[in-house]
């Protein structure tokens, strides 16, 4: 069994290279045990013949939060396999400590239950979120209230009974930018959440730039296959505490095989992430200069999320891919495409949603592995799809001139530039 001293963050191996810390983080005590790969305990109880001793333990964490010295009681209390896996991803977020759950919107929902308990009740937000997000804080479905704002005017929007103020960045689905720092300086006291679902700790890692809560949905990147679903927060070891409160409170745990599938995932996270974004910002740096493509966001961090906005049909455009999945979610070895005002977004107030630049012509591509030139032509047969007349011109892999962002385009219409949030899109190369 599994000792809380090897489920403790590390501080002897905090400047190892992130790539080495996804590989070893929650494994070290592992080659000491005489294993290699990490095990999982499925066990939802443990027996124990001290119920003095097991009181005793149990009013210690109902009274601190912190995890248990000595074996699990119940696998609602902890795990030893998903301990793992958050362990190795507050170190990867440089972060004390980190909790995990069985779905991002569980771990929101915690982040959030934790606030009001303590009489904080108002949260700042900047619009875009993740739809269902957005959804939470909107509805008031927790009794939250929510201001929503621009970067600029979080600091005006807080009041005495604000508990937290969350951004994502890059934002779902529009990829849109904000600086971190600037933002935690305007929230003074308040905790600053940010959601890194997209970004990952490959690209960027908050805690470093102010943040102070930083929210994964685990099943896309950090998972990287689409067969996992979970959630963490990254954050200090006390907001940590009252985490596992709520966690075993309200039951929103994280299952064993699903915490050993998320820190096996992690081992290939820099090498995923940084193979998808290159082939991401290729993809990008095409759509921008094709003619059927009215936008393309990417952001200037990079990564792998592209989205772009079509003249045509976005709904021909979906049903039209072929090597792409037209599915939702994202950060998968194979490439999603969605249609967010239809999936992702559209639980959203559709006037909340258009004035935060989700239209009805977006659409929204996670990039997986794939071979780039497999995926671009993909694209452009199905991006042919809005027009009735197809392409009139063809070139190298059977795709239109325009297609491949070539001089000239169709019918000699010059290739254009597209401005991607307000900037030239580029590669992802840093």
């Known amino acids: 069994m599994d000792t809380?001293?090897?489920?403790?963050?590390?501080?002897?191996?905090?400047?190892?290279?992130?790539?080495?810390?996804?590989?070893?983080?929650?494994?070290?005590?592992?080659?000491?045990?005489?294993?290699?790969?990490?095990?999982?305990?499925?066990?939802?109880?443990?027996?124990?013949?001290?119920?003095?001793?097991?009181?005793?333990?149990?009013?210690?964490f109902a009274a601190t939060g912190a995890r248990l010295e000595g074996p699990p009681v119940y696998a609602r209390l902890d795990n030893p396999t998903t301990a793992r896996f958050e362990t190795a991803l507050a170190?990867?977020?440089?972060?004390?400590?980190?909790?995990?759950?069985?779905?991002?919107?569980?771990?929101?929902?915690?982040?959030?239950l934790v606030r009001a308990s303590m009489g904080l009740r108002h949260v700042v937000a900047v619009r875009p979120l993740y739809g269902c997000?957005?959804?939470?804080?909107?509805?008031?479905l927790l009794g939250t209230e929510v201001t929503w704002t621009d970067p600029a005017g979080i600091a005006e929007a807080l009041r005495p009974?604000?508990?937290?103020?969350?951004?994502?960045?890059?934002?779902?689905?529009?990829?849109?930018?904000?600086?971190?720092?600037?933002?935690?300086?305007?929230?003074?006291?308040?905790?600053?959440?940010?959601?890194?679902?997209?970004?990952?700790?490959?690209?960027?890692?908050?805690?470093?730039?102010?943040?102070r809560i930083v929210l994964h949905s685990a099943t896309k990147y950090l998972g990287g296959h689409g067969d996992v679903m979970g959630g963490v927060v990254a954050c200090d070891e006390e907001f940590a505490a009252r985490l596992r409160q709520v966690r075993f409170a309200t039951g929103g745990v994280l299952?064993?095989?699903?915490?050993?599938?998320?820190?096996?995932?992690?081992?290939?996270?820099?090498?995923?992430?940084?193979?998808?974004?290159?082939?991401?910002?290729?993809?990008?740096?095409?759509?921008?200069?094709?003619?059927?493509?009215?936008?393309?966001?990417?952001?200037?961090l990079g990564g792998a999320m592209v989205s772009f906005e079509v003249y045509g049909d976005p709904h021909r455009v979906i049903s039209a891919v072929r090597l792409v999945t037209p599915a939702v979610s994202l950060g998968s070895v194979d490439t999603l495409i969605q249609h967010p005002a239809s999936i992702s977004h559209r639980i959203v107030d559709e006037g909340d949603r258009q004035a935060s630049g989700v239209g009805d012509?977006?659409?929204?591509?996670?990039?997986?592995?794939?071979?780039?030139?497999d995926l671009w032509a993909d694209l452009c047969q199905a991006l042919s799809s809005q027009e009735p007349g197809g392409l009139k011109e063809s070139g190298p892999h059977g795709v239109g001139r325009q297609g491949l962002g070539l001089q000239g385009g169709v019918s000699g219409r010059p290739a254009r530039t597209e401005a991607v949030n307000g900037r030239e899109s580029h590669p992802a190369g840093r």
């Open 4 to 60: 809380e001293a090897s489920m403790a963050p590390s501080t002897t191996t905090r400047s190892r290279a992130l790539a080495t810390e996804a590989v070893h983080a929650g494994r070290d005590d592992l080659a000491a045990l005489g294993l290699h790969a990490p095990p999982i305990d499925l066990s939802t109880t443990y027996p124990s013949y001290d119920s003095r001793g097991e009181a005793e333990r149990i009013d210690t």
């Open 361 to 373: 012509r977006l659409l929204r591509m996670s990039v997986g592995l794939e071979d780039v030139e």
């Open 161 to 211: 009974d604000t508990g937290l103020v969350m951004v994502e960045t890059p934002a779902n689905p529009t990829l849109a930018e904000v600086d971190i720092r600037a933002i935690a300086h305007s929230c003074g006291s308040v905790p600053l959440l940010v959601d890194n679902t997209f970004a990952t700790p490959v690209l960027q890692r908050p805690v470093e730039h102010g943040a």
């Open 91 to 112: 170190r990867l977020e440089g972060a004390e400590s980190a909790v995990s759950f069985a779905s991002g919107m569980a771990a929101l929902t915690a982040v959030l």
């Open 255 to 300: 299952h064993p095989m699903a915490g050993y599938l998320l820190l096996r995932g992690l081992a290939t996270l820099p090498v995923r992430v940084r193979a998808a974004s290159a082939s991401a910002a290729e993809l990008s740096r095409r759509l921008t200069a094709d003619p059927r493509v009215a936008r393309v966001h990417y952001p200037k």
């Open 133 to 140: 997000s957005d959804h939470l804080l909107g509805a008031g």
